[in-house]
């Protein structure tokens, strides 16, 4: 069995982006902005951004980079892909497929 890990930078602006198709984990994200108040980015378990929310994090203004990472017994499962949508922030990310 091969394992296959998959690593996606997001630009600030960039809107929306398809981190991985299929199922997998998210196993860690880094997430930094510059802007004056907090930014919400948001991890959907689709190939769009619209469906099933996975996870929304309101990343405070002063607090970055801010890592976040899960062991992978407990790492948020997507059944059909990872969409994000980072607004104005910067995030990589990091998932495993199954």
Known sequence: MTTNYQGTLIATGAGGTLVHTGAGRLLSFLVSHGEAGAQAVTFYD?????????????????????????????????????????????????????
């Open 46 to 98: 689709n190939t769009a951004g619209s469906g099933t929310v996975l996870l929304v994090v309101d990343v405070p203004a002063g607090i970055r980079p801010t890592l976040i990472r899960f062991p992978r017994a407990e790492a948020p499962a997507f059944a059909t892909g990872l969409y994000v949508i980072a607004n104005s922030a910067h995030v990589a990310v990091w998932v495993v497929g199954n």
